[in-house]
């Protein structure tokens, strides 16, 4: 209980159905990190959209799914500003 850890975020790029689950920079949080932190999944699913080609940025598509703890008002608000060419699964 009193040892140094880490609470990652981590993400993986998925190339269709044959994708082979790339993974993508992650954020390696300290062991008190909250599992909810909305400026945490917000800066790493930047770090993930940054490492897709610019060819793949836009006019294709792409999808951020997270689990419950990415469903927070601010990171959702985030996925859904007004301009994103993105769709998005929390939950």
Do not use: C
């Amino acid at each position: 209980k009193k040892t140094f850890g880490h609470h990652p975020l981590m993400g993986f790029v998925d190339h269709g159905s044959g994708g082979s689950g790339e993974p993508v920079p992650g954020l390696l949080r300290p062991g008190n990190a909250g599992s909810n932190t909305a400026a945490d999944h917000i800066t790493a699913a930047q770090l993930a959209l940054a490492q897709l080609p610019k060819k793949y940025r836009r006019g294709h598509q792409t999808l951020i799914r997270t689990d419950s703890a990415g469903g927070t008002h601010e990171f959702t608000a985030w996925l859904a500003q007004r301009g994103r060419w993105l769709s998005y699964s929390v939950g």
